[in-house]
């Protein structure tokens, strides 16, 4: 009974282990799942934003493609008009087109007027990137996306932007546009904060539903542990006063034998002796008769003796074990019966 509460504790701690391996597992499915969705929704967006780049920048192109395919190299009043044409156009507060020759000095930046005219390829972001060189590099390549650092013009701080860039060879210009990507940097930063509140949330109503089963089970267990036990301590009882009964009965059964049958032959063999003893002072005849009449009564009470002494404990019962001895004790059982 000791080793019960010991098993129960035991299969309560391997139930712990197992539902907290089952909860880690299924949060962290949870978080990974979420968090691939989550990318998907960034990359999403990011190609939302690519395509936009790409309609703007033809929507531009188109804006000056008469002025620059009928203009020749070197034409400069066709190169001032297009500069204007780009320099009018806009899409949102911080919707702007540059251009910038390949050498880097910059020709068009409506929301920066300081830069135009100077030389901007040295130019780097908070995180080193060379932009300039690098939009160029893009441009020259056949056009495509840059993403770096820069001042946005709402707010006047760094944000990252994504940039498309395309070249105009004929003039060895970089055109482009680019759009501010710190709203969807801030929604993936909300949906994460969100993601990661959600699962610390579910994980703690699971710890918490774990904790009350396990506690529940523990306390069911060792009720019915304690309730095993009383019941186990009352049959112990009974079988001890069943035994003690027992036993008082075969003591009872005993000191009946005793006093029926072997106290009873011992007073006939002391008359028989006494009267033996009379009739040899008196010299009778039949006097032997009377003591070898004695002898047998004897003979009788050590016979009832072995008797009561083999029922308490039969000699069979050490020397072959408990099989021959039930064997034994079946085999007369008959015979006892009516010899009594």
């Known amino acids: 009974m000791k080793f019960r509460p010991h098993v129960i504790l ?7 282990i197992a539902i907290m391996a089952i909860s880690f597992m299924i949060t962290s499915q949870s978080r990974n799942l979420a968090q691939n969705g989550i990318s998907s929704f960034e990359k999403n967006m990011l190609e939302a934003k690519q395509q936009e780049l790409v309609n703007y920048v033809s929507m531009a192109q188109s804006s000056i493609s008469q002025v620059y395919e009928n203009a020749t190299p070197y034409d400069l009043e066709a190169q001032e008009k297009v500069k204007q044409i780009l320099t009018t156009l806009s899409y949102s507060e911080d919707g702007y087109f540059f251009v910038y020759d390949f050498e880097g000095n910059n020709l068009v930046h409506p929301r920066q007027n300081f830069r135009i005219g100077k030389n901007w390829i040295d130019l780097t972001d908070p995180h080193g990137d060379r932009v300039i ?14 993403s770096y650092s820069w001042e946005k013009p709402s707010s006047g701080e760094v944000a990252d932007k994504l ?33 990661k509140s959600s699962i610390d949330q579910t994980f703690f109503l699971v710890a918490m539903i774990m904790l009350i089963a396990i506690v529940a089970v523990y ?22 006063q069943r035994i003690i009964d027992t036993q008082e009965e ?12 072997i106290s009873q032959n011992l007073i006939a063999v ?3 002796l006494d009267l033996a003893k009379h009739k040899v002072k008196t010299g009778a005849s039949d006097a032997l008769t009377t003591i070898e009449r004695g002898a047998t009564n004897l003979g009788s009470a050590i016979k009832e003796i072995r008797r009561i002494s083999h029922d308490l404990r039969p000699g069979m019962l050490d020397d072959l074990g408990l099989s021959s001895a039930l064997e034994e004790l079946t085999h007369h059982f008959p015979r006892t019966l009516k010899s009594r």
Do not use: C
């Open 10 to 16: 035991l299969g309560t701690l391997s139930l712990i």
């Open 133 to 146: 060189e690098n939009l160029i590099n893009v441009a020259k390549a056949g056009g495509g996306f840059h």
């Open 163 to 195: 940039s498309y860039a395309v070249a105009l060879p004929k003039w060895g210009w970089m055109l482009g546009t680019g759009l501010y990507v710190d709203d969807i940097i801030a929604q993936t930063a909300s949906a994460n904060n969100e993601l």
């Open 219 to 240: 306390i069911v267990g060792m009720l019915l542990n304690l309730r095993e036990r009383a019941m186990s301590d009352n049959k112990l009882k009974h079988l001890t």
């Open 250 to 261: 075969e003591r009872t059964r005993i000191a009946r034998e005793l006093h029926d049958g």
């Open 270 to 272: 002391r008359y028989v």
